[in-house]
């Protein structure tokens, strides 16, 4: 599973931390060495160093437990992650009032099974009823995430994921969205209320900004359902027409009027394409086989746009990405392009899926 900021994180520039105190520093050096960390070690005694400057800041109790909290939130979750990451996911979200017998949840439930069965994915949804029930029911137990959410009312996770060690229970919404996004390879929004909207919204706007990698967002409606048609009309006529997002932006999500278009989307997005990273101002781009050198002139013709004075070329892992070495063998295509327009980048992707490759 890559960064789900694509190495936004670690393309920015990293300020080495101190105590003030060069024997605190080596004290906390010590004690990280001492707890046999193997990996990334100086990111712990910045973390250290963090919660000890919380203390002198004088922080307020209720930041403190907030904080506390968030972090043992976030490393439970990747624990419980861990033993999968190296398995596709699709994220659904959807409403918790919709009855079993309801289209949309049938749909779902198709959704998801053929996700498991033709894909290989697993589900992740929200743990409830509903439209998340009805995922984890077509996705099977053993194939099912729930990051169920403790709320002020009485919340019981769905019967699918209910007691499995895959249920993760989250006090706040921020780090549970930062899971759904950060553990998912795609992500499915059948028709709900306030929370669907909610993820949606916020799945699009990061991919919008660059804040998160760029992966298929699809929309999935009712036979005949006019949910999403609606939704597409509210973006064209009051965001749209005034100005407030840009046309390449619909490239960010499909809406699809059947299950099988949906599944049929997800699996085209990762045909040829695998995955980016920043390094610096260039992106990488990992391709599963080398594109003809008639496509990458197509490429460089088609996206001059996003382009910064140079031109797209097709090589190998450039040295920062040997830290990860499972995919260190892939062609890779690179190019330094201007970080503006994202939903362009998603052409992008979709050009290099329908190009020619060698052999």
């Known amino acids: 599973m890559q960064d789900f900021t694509a190495g936004g994180i670690s393309a920015t520039p990293n300020k080495t931390q101190t105590t003030g105190s060069p024997k605190t520093d080596e004290l906390i050096q010590q004690l990280v060495c001492n707890w046999e960390c193997t990996k990334s070690c100086e990111l712990i005694e910045e973390m250290i160093i963090t919660a000890l400057k919380l203390g002198r800041d004088q922080t307020t109790t209720a930041d403190l437990k907030l904080f506390?909290?968030?972090?043992?939130?976030?490393?439970?979750?990747?624990?419980?992650f861990a033993p999968?990451?190296?398995?596709?996911?699709?994220?659904?979200?959807?409403?918790?009032?919709?009855?079993?017998t309801e289209p949309e949840a049938i749909a779902s439930e198709e959704f998801a099974r053929r996700m498991r069965e033709y894909l290989g994915y697993m589900t992740i949804t929200g743990g409830g009823d509903g439209i998340m029930g009805a995922a984890q029911r077509g996705a099977g137990r053993d194939y099912s995430f729930g990051l169920n959410i403790r709320l002020p009312f009485e919340q019981r996770a769905n019967e699918t994921i209910h007691?499995?060690?895959?249920?993760?229970?989250?006090?706040?919404?921020?780090t549970r969205k930062l899971n759904f996004l950060k553990e998912t390879h795609a992500v499915a929004l059948f028709p709900g209320g306030f929370g669907t909207m909610d993820e949606g919204f916020e799945v699009l706007t990061l991919m919008q900004t660059g804040k998160a990698r760029i992966i298929p967002v699809v929309m999935v409606d009712r036979p005949?359902?006019?949910?999403?048609?609606?939704?597409?009309?509210f973006l064209e006529e009051h965001l749209l027409r005034l100005g407030l997002i840009s046309d390449d932006d619909f490239s960010l999500f499909k809406v699809c009027n059947s299950v099988d278009i949906a599944v049929g989307e997800i699996a085209q997005f990762y045909k040829h394409y695998h995955s980016y990273r920043w390094v610096g101002q260039k992106m990488v781009i990992r391709i599963r086989r080398p594109l003809t050198d008639n496509a990458i002139e197509v490429l460089n013709a088609a996206f001059d746009d996003v382009l910064v004075g140079n031109r797209i070329t097709q090589g190998v892992a450039i040295p920062e990405e040997q830290n990860e070495p499972e995919i260190v063998s892939m062609p890779r295509l690179i190019f330094t392009p201007k970080r503006k327009n994202f939903g362009r980048f998603r052409k992008l992707i979709d050009a290099i899926n329908a190009a020619e490759t060698v052999g």
């Open 68 to 80: 506390n909290r968030s972090l043992k939130e976030l490393r439970y979750a990747a624990r419980v």
């Open 84 to 100: 999968y990451r190296h398995i596709h996911k699709v994220v659904v979200f959807g409403s918790a009032r919709t009855k079993a």
């Open 163 to 174: 007691g499995d060690p895959k249920l993760i229970n989250f006090n706040y919404f921020f």
């Open 224 to 233: 005949g359902g006019t949910y999403w048609k609606t939704w597409i009309h």
